[in-house]
């Protein structure tokens, strides 16, 4: 008997799978504007966001001027977060701020359309607009509603936006260092972006190694200028040198970054004998 009920079981499901499909399409169709919403909210506790949004979008025109338009506008935009379509959830939630300011739901709404964008934001090999879209509408949020219930969350999913920003600035100020291998004209560029760098990320793990970074770019742009150059631009290195070791007096870089000092130092002193090598000849 059982093994008789197995085998029919495929053909039991696809009956109540398609009388369920028949049902939904019978209430879709339905003129009955209480029955829909209703059923709207059936599916959406069932979390079968897909029909739910779809009765929702269906109804919202005709629920227009009764107290269940805001509800369900609210739940629409729900409905497409759950489904992970988080563009139009951040759509529709900040819609739905825009249309119902003062709705019990306006800052559940406002939160919500910040950790739609915050889970459009990509990863880090990719251009970072998405983030910082989500950071602005966190900032808003944030100052909008100080007292709320999502602000510790809020400033978490803040502070690892910020984390990434920061990570993204570094990676993209190395870029110019990595590009030194291959044109050494990108040396300057390197040593300035580095610097901006330290600059807009002052409290900056990474800044550290920005520093040593620099120190090298730096070293390396004087040793390939022209001799005219080469004595302000060696200067420079022992400027950045002292100041990096009075900033990171025990940093892993601190060996290398003494062998560069000392490199540019006797490149000065060589410059210097050379210099006054010339000066005495034309003297003579």
Same mark, same amino acid.
Do not use: W
């Given at each position: 008997?059982?093994? %008789?009920?197995?085998?029919?079981?495929?053909?039991?499901?696809? $009956?109540?799978?398609?009388?369920?499909?028949?049902?939904?399409?019978?209430?879709?169709?339905? *003129?009955?504007? *209480?029955?829909?919403?209703?059923?709207?909210?059936?599916?959406?506790?069932?979390?079968?966001?897909?029909?739910?949004?779809?009765?929702?979008?269906?109804?919202?025109?005709?629920?227009?001027?009764? +107290?269940?338009? !805001?509800?369900? @506008?609210?739940? #629409?935009?729900?409905?497409?977060?759950?489904?992970?379509?988080?563009?139009?959830?951040?759509?529709?939630?900040?819609?739905?701020?825009?249309?119902?300011?003062? &709705?019990?739901?306006?800052? /559940?709404?406002?939160?919500?359309?910040?950790?739609?964008?915050?889970?459009?934001?990509?990863?880090?090999? %990719?251009?970072?607009? @998405?983030?910082?879209?989500?950071?602005?509408?966190?900032?808003?949020?944030?100052?909008?509603?100080?007292?709320?219930?999502?602000?510790? /969350?809020?400033?978490?999913?803040? *502070?690892? %936006? +910020?984390?990434?920003? !920061?990570?993204?600035?570094? =990676?993209?100020?190395?870029?110019?260092?990595?590009?030194? +291998?291959?044109?050494?004209?990108?040396?300057?560029?390197? $040593?300035?972006?580095?610097?901006?760098?330290?600059? &807009?990320?002052? +409290?900056?793990?990474? @800044? =550290? /190694?920005?520093?040593?970074?620099?120190? /090298?770019?730096?070293?390396? #742009?004087?040793? =390939?200028?022209?001799?005219?150059?080469?004595?302000?631009?060696?200067?420079?290195?022992?400027?950045?040198?002292?100041? #990096?070791?009075?900033?990171?007096?025990?940093?892993?870089?601190?060996?290398?970054?003494?062998?560069?000092?000392?490199?540019?130092?006797?490149?000065?002193?060589?410059?210097?004998?050379?210099?006054?090598?010339?000066?005495?000849?034309?003297? @003579?």
């Amino acid at each position: 008997m059982t093994k %008789l009920i197995l085998s029919y079981f495929p053909v039991l499901l696809l $009956v109540f799978l398609l009388g369920s499909c028949g049902q939904y399409n019978k209430i879709l169709k339905s *003129d009955d504007v *209480d029955k829909k919403y209703a059923a709207a909210l059936s599916y959406y506790e069932k979390e079968e966001y897909a029909k739910a949004g779809a009765l929702l979008e269906d109804l919202m025109p005709v629920l227009k001027g009764r +107290s269940e338009y !805001e509800k369900a @506008n609210f739940l #629409y935009a729900y409905t497409k977060y759950h489904q992970q379509l988080y563009l139009e959830s951040s759509f529709h939630f900040t819609s739905f701020g825009q249309t119902f300011p003062r &709705s019990q739901y306006a800052e /559940e709404a406002a939160f919500m359309n910040a950790k739609s964008l915050t889970n459009e934001s990509p990863s880090l090999n %990719l251009d970072q607009q @998405n983030t910082v879209q989500a950071m602005s509408a966190l900032q808003e949020f944030m100052r909008r509603y100080p007292q709320s219930k999502y602000m510790q /969350e809020a400033n978490a999913v803040y *502070d690892e %936006l +910020s984390r990434k920003i !920061e990570v993204k600035a570094f =990676e993209n100020a190395k870029q110019y260092y990595k590009l030194t +291998s291959y044109d050494p004209q990108y040396y300057k560029a390197a $040593v300035v972006t580095l610097e901006n760098f330290r600059k &807009s990320y002052p +409290s900056s793990i990474y @800044n =550290e /190694e920005a520093a040593y970074l620099r120190i /090298e770019a730096q070293y390396n #742009y004087a040793r =390939e200028s022209i001799e005219t150059k080469q004595k302000d631009r060696y200067a420079e290195v022992i400027t950045m040198y002292q100041t #990096y070791v009075d900033t990171y007096p025990k940093s892993k870089y601190l060996r290398d970054a003494e062998n560069i000092y000392e490199s540019s130092r006797q490149a000065l002193e060589k410059l210097s004998k050379t210099s006054a090598a010339a000066a005495t000849a034309t003297n @003579n």
